[in-house]
């Protein structure tokens, strides 16, 4: 192999023209001959037994070459690169422009890192969320253990939200009976959610032994079946239950945890959501660091380098779900998305992940930042610690220099976060109404509308999150349908 030609071009790309010699080539063709001789007849050979020369003199010298062609390329091409110095960072375009008996001339383009370059990356203004810890926090915190040691007692009256009521109903629709629409001895907590609108609340009030016709209209977005259907479920209460909590003291607190009072307890739960807190608010200050370096980064990205990224994104995203014994196309099933929606989510993620990167070497470049000896042998450490493996058996498994360039990173972020300015607080809404008072009305109802978009900010930004409801493993008809939504991350690297 040698290299006929290297030039660069525009976009980032490198044009090599590579010469695979009658050598290499032959061997090639020799390799692809033994591997499909077994199957090849030639009239006075047994299968099998055909001398190469007798195959081509047969079927033409040029039977061979496609898959030797295939057969050989990858080690050229590889071999190619090294004797260039170059670094792919996308799969290449490939042009054979002759082949022959004297070998094949492979034309290959190639996409390069782009050149990066920065500015104004120190002093970036992002603030940092503020942890908080409120006892109608750790309340909440408490919730699940008061709902485990909680039990359901019967009582003799009208049903009320909250109770579980254990009721038999079957669904008729247009008078007939509907599949999945009937059960016995159902166990309903009211005002949970999980049957369809408007069924639980046609409960209240009922008392044990009681019967009913619920009207019901099901959902636009339900089963194609009994989407948008008007329905009649006819309902027995068998048996009303109230929910009876545990006294909340010191026995309670042993009995759940491995506290002996109500205050260690609560000192516990409330220590570890702050932690909780502070690692989310800390990944998102870190995120939010990123996005306003990226905005930063003087750069023409190849489109080629985020297609590329976003291919290994899917295979590693793919087989991370086929080794949690998930398939793919049942994944893509639960989480009602098709293929084309998530490879649309891994190219937005590949674009963030390719631009943070380029913009964070360009960092580390401009900083000079250096990776010691010592850097990466505290990182193979940490790698071998954390999958139980050798430091050894690390060293083989990972490539050392990629291992330094995202150590640089790493390093060149801790250095942009760390001269970080915090954002100007603009004054409350309340602090501003009260030093414009003398500007009359029209001053106040801009500070109330301030209010209302901080508000709204809030809630755009995912702070307010309700819990999501757990649903039963399966449900009958009546039970709530909706759409899944779809996953934000494919394959996060």
């Known amino acids: 192999m040698n290299i006929k030609s290297n030039e660069k071009k525009e976009n980032s790309v490198i044009e090599l023209v590579i010469q695979v010699s009658a050598e290499e080539f032959d061997a090639a063709i020799n390799k692809v001959y033994n591997r499909q001789k077994k199957n090849i007849m030639i009239p006075g050979f047994r299968k099998g037994k055909a001398p190469r020369k007798m195959v081509e003199r047969m079927y033409g010298a040029e039977i061979f070459y496609e898959d030797a062609m295939e057969e050989s390329y990858p080690a050229a091409y590889e071999q190619a690169l090294k004797e260039a110095g170059i670094k792919s960072v996308a799969y290449p375009k490939l042009e054979i422009l002759e082949v022959g008996k004297d070998g094949y001339t492979l034309k290959a383009d190639v996409t390069v890192k782009p050149e990066a370059k920065i500015k104004g990356y120190k002093g970036l203004s992002v603030a940092k969320p503020e942890v908080k810890v409120t006892a109608a926090d750790v309340k909440a915190e408490l919730k699940p253990y008061i709902d485990r040691a909680s039990r359901l007692v019967s009582v003799e009256r009208k049903a009320k939200k909250g109770d579980t009521v254990e009721i038999n109903f079957e669904g008729f629709k247009d008078g007939v009976p509907f599949e999945g629409g009937k059960a016995e001895n159902y166990s309903l907590e009211l005002g949970s959610g999980s049957f369809v609108p408007g069924f639980e609340d046609q409960l209240i009030g009922m008392k044990a ?284 690297e």
């Open 209 to 492: 032994g009681e019967e009913k016709d619920l009207d019901i209209t099901f959902p636009e977005d339900y089963t194609p079946e009994l989407a948008g259907a008007a329905v009649v479920f006819k309902v027995k209460v068998n048996e009303v239950k109230e929910k009876q909590e545990p006294t909340l003291d010191d026995e309670f607190a042993k009995d759940v945890s491995e506290f002996d009072t109500l205050d260690e307890f609560k000192k516990d739960l409330g220590e570890k959501l702050r932690q909780r807190r502070q690692d989310q608010a800390d990944q998102d200050f870190e995120n939010a660091v990123v996005d306003a370096l990226i905005e930063k980064l003087e750069c023409d990205v190849p489109e080629a380098m985020v297609d590329y990224r976003a291919d290994r994104m899917m295979d590693d995203y793919g087989a991370r779900l086929q080794s949690s014994g998930i398939p793919m196309d049942d994944y893509l099933r639960i989480m009602g998305i098709t293929k084309e929606d998530l490879q649309a989510q891994a190219k937005t993620a590949a674009q963030r992940a390719v631009r943070s990167e380029l913009a964070l070497e360009a960092v580390a470049a401009a900083e000079k930042i250096e990776v010691t000896d010592a850097d990466v042998d505290a990182e193979v450490a940490r790698l071998a610690k954390e999958y139980s493996m050798p430091a050894e058996k690390v060293r083989e498994t990972v490539d050392v220099e990629d291992m330094m360039r995202e150590l640089a990173n790493q390093k060149a972020l801790e250095l942009v976060k760390n001269s970080v300015k915090k954002p100007v607080k603009k004054a409350s809404a309340k602090k501003a109404e009260e030093d414009t008072a003398e500007d009359g009305e029209a001053e106040k109802q801009l500070a109330k509308k301030s209010t209302k978009k901080t508000e709204a900010d809030e809630a755009a930004s995912g702070e307010k999150k309700k819990p999501a409801k757990k649903a039963p493993a399966k449900k009958p008809a009546a039970a709530k349908q909706s759409k899944a939504k779809k996953s934000e991350e494919p394959a996060a």
